[in-house]
């Protein structure tokens, strides 16, 4: 999705646009240089992380200064999700940076912002209500006073025991599996109803996001009912 017109940045004439075919490995670049310190990025985990995503979008804005160097990204991955029972595509925001030449002073901050009003402009629709990240509090200022995001102070985690299983003689078994199948999708369904907001927990969600996940290897477990019942659970 592109604006009808590029625009230049207010940013020291940084051009902002939206990702285009072609931007990979100018990205992958930056994302490793922006992020050094931390294990390097491979181009086979930025594909399966901004090309092969459930939803199948790549949701990215980018500053660039000369001839394609980028020196700002703002990136979301989408998910299928429930929004108080209805179907909606929130985003996961993600690498978002700025190249370390201008995080001081208020260069870097006028620059996400750019960039963040740009992903709003180019990305944000009818189905998009949601958005979520775990941003650095720097970050996390910029956002709230220039961009209107709401922040969540807190993450709470809600447990409960799984109960005994019913007396009529039903038993399960746990076994790993490779991959999740179609049994997911129809365990999902009876599932779903008890939970209002939520991601999709449906097979072509939990693959991708494990079994086909490029740098760590998952245990994959279902536990079906014994002698060839419903699926019960997975991990």
Known sequence: ?????????????????????????????FHNRAFAGHAPRSRRHWDWKFRENPVGTTEIVLAEKGQG?????????SHRALLDGQ?????????LAVDSELRTGLGGSRLIVEIGETYQSCF???DVRLEWGFPEPELQRVCLRHLKVGVLRDVVFLGREPGPLPE?????????????????????????????????????????????HPDVTYTLLEAPSSHGGALRGIA
């Not at 207010?10 to 990979?24: A, I, N, Q, W």
């Not at 160097?69 to 991955?77: C, F, L, T």
């Not at 179907?87 to 690498?95: H, S």
């Not at 599996?177 to 009876?190: I, K, N, P, T, Y």
């Open 168 to 212: 009529n003689g039903t038993s399960v078994e746990v076994r790993p599996c490779a991959r999740f199948g179609a049994e997911v999708d129809e365990l999902w369904q009876r599932c779903r109803s008890e939970l209002g907001t939520c991601t999709l927990r449906d097979q072509r969600h939990l693959n991708w996001r494990y079994a086909d």
């Open 124 to 126: 944000l629709a009818d």
């Open 69 to 77: 160097r980028p020196v700002a990204v703002y990136a979301v991955v």
């Open 87 to 95: 179907t909606c595509r929130p985003g996961l925001q993600t690498d």
């Open 1 to 29: 999705m592109e604006p009808a017109v590029e625009r230049s940045g207010s940013c020291l004439h940084y051009k902002v646009r939206p990702f285009r075919p072609g931007d990979e490995e100018a990205l992958l670049a």
